[in-house]
């Protein structure tokens, strides 16, 4: 599905060049772009903000292009979004520079009717970053939120198939042709959110990627989301200009609480800024949106499978297939709950054997209060008279080692 204009906006995408703020001025002063380029030179000139750089590159614009272009997509079942199409998000229109067209593979959803998270994080994520985004995303479709990401390893791979795996509506954006084969361990994840939602780029079809599209391709996350959700994100993390560009378009912004490896100083700083809510579960996102009409209903965090976890590939991490990883999981069971036992009658506390931790300070105090019963943060943070954010530090310490779980609507118990 093309618009009757979009070869004008692919002509003016390939010829002023991407993320440039100068097409939604033309957008906003010719309803009809047709008008723009009829005018030719002359209008150019007369419009008011192209340089004589920008008309030089109109008129030594490639004729045909735009036609190669939207040729190509046709063979490829691809639609077309134009900046000036009634199907173009508002809320992508709204921003600084927003793309010329968008190149669809699937279905849009309406990002200006429906609930947006945005996820994204590290590529090199842990076994616990990868665990969240999935369970997160997982959780937040199952309550009707669309979810957003960028289809890269890590963070972004673990929220679309969590999405997928609860057959909830996501969007991939891409930072290089929605053909390219960039990533072909993600290559059948993109089939599948075709069907369930879409893949998009500001890039024809068959573009490689490059170094700086993937900040630009950012803006287009940010935009789309109404919250933006950071899981382990470092001090120098794509993640963070993600966040900065959602922020500047009044977004609200989360983090996964971390510890305090580098992987997380991005997201955590983000929290002691007071510029990000600090997560531990789907319900602290949710509950920062008033009059949200979901389709609600019960989950249990705990009964989400994690068995597509270990397929998720992670840069720099060779993943090991489904069923080493459960027989893993399955011979590591009995000597994990013998170790529970025993921390359950020591007065020293200690973790699991192979991390070599010793509970003390306000991580053995929270541990100490806690039992088989489920409490709620708010609970124990005024119990223990300890700031909300600190137990949820604490707590999330305590729960990446094991000794911890979390429970849907922001309750803790011992694992």
């Known amino acids: 599905m093309f618009s009757v204009n979009a070869k004008y906006w692919i002509s003016l995408s390939q010829a002023l060049g991407y993320n440039n703020p100068k097409i939604k001025e033309i957008a906003k002063l010719y309803p009809d772009v047709s008008d723009f380029f009829r005018g030719g030179e002359r209008e150019w000139r007369l419009c008011g903000f192209l340089n004589a750089r920008d008309i030089e590159k109109l008129n030594s614009r490639s004729k045909d292009i735009a036609d190669r272009i939207l040729e190509r997509c046709s063979e490829l079942g691809y639609s077309v979004i134009s900046i000036d199409d009634e199907s173009y998000p508002e809320c992508l229109f709204n921003i600084y520079a927003p793309p010329a067209v968008l190149y669809v593979d699937g279905n849009l959803p309406d990002a200006d009717n429906r609930f947006t998270i945005g996820i994204v994080g590290t590529r090199r994520a842990s076994r616990y970053g990868t665990e969240n985004s999935y369970k997160i995303a997982y959780s937040l479709s199952k309550y009707g939120t669309t979810i957003i990401s960028g289809g890269a390893l890590g963070v972004d791979c673990a929220s679309h198939r969590g999405t997928l795996a609860a057959n909830g509506v996501t969007v991939c954006v891409r930072g290089c042709g929605i053909n390219s084969n960039y ?85 955590n700083k983000r929290i002691k800024e007071g ?52 027989d893993e999981r399955k011979h590591d069971e009995e000597p994990k709950r013998a170790s529970a036992i025993k921390r359950k009658n020591s007065t020293s506390v200690v973790s699991k054997t192979k991390l070599n931790i010793t509970l003390r300070g306000e991580s053995k105090k929270v541990y100490d209060y806690l039992g088989d019963e489920p409490v709620h943060i708010d609970k124990l943070a005024g119990d223990l008279h300890m700031p909300v954010q600190q137990a949820l530090s604490t707590l999330t310490f305590l729960e990446m080692n094991g000794l911890v779980r979390v429970l849907q609507g922001r309750y803790f118990v011992l694992d």
């Open 183 to 267: 990533l072909p361990a993600n290559a059948e994840m993109r089939k599948a959110i075709a069907v369930r939602g879409a893949v998009i780029s500001e890039y024809p079809p068959d573009e490689e990627p490059r170094s700086y599209y993937f900040p630009a391709r950012n803006r287009i996350i940010a935009a789309l989301s109404d919250g933006l959700l950071l899981i382990e994100a470092g001090s120098k993390s794509g993640s963070l200009i993600t966040a900065n560009l959602a922020l500047d378009m009044g977004k609200e912004i989360f983090a996964l609480l971390g510890n305090n490896s580098p992987q997380n100083e991005g997201s």
């Open 275 to 326: 510029t990000a809510v600090p997560v531990t579960d789907f319900m602290d996102i949710l509950a920062e949106f008033d009059n949200l009409r979901l389709d609600c209903r019960e989950i249990n965090s705990d009964d989400i499978s994690l068995a597509d976890i270990a397929a998720i590939p992670v840069k720099g991490m060779k993943r090991t297939s489904i069923d080493s990883v459960a």
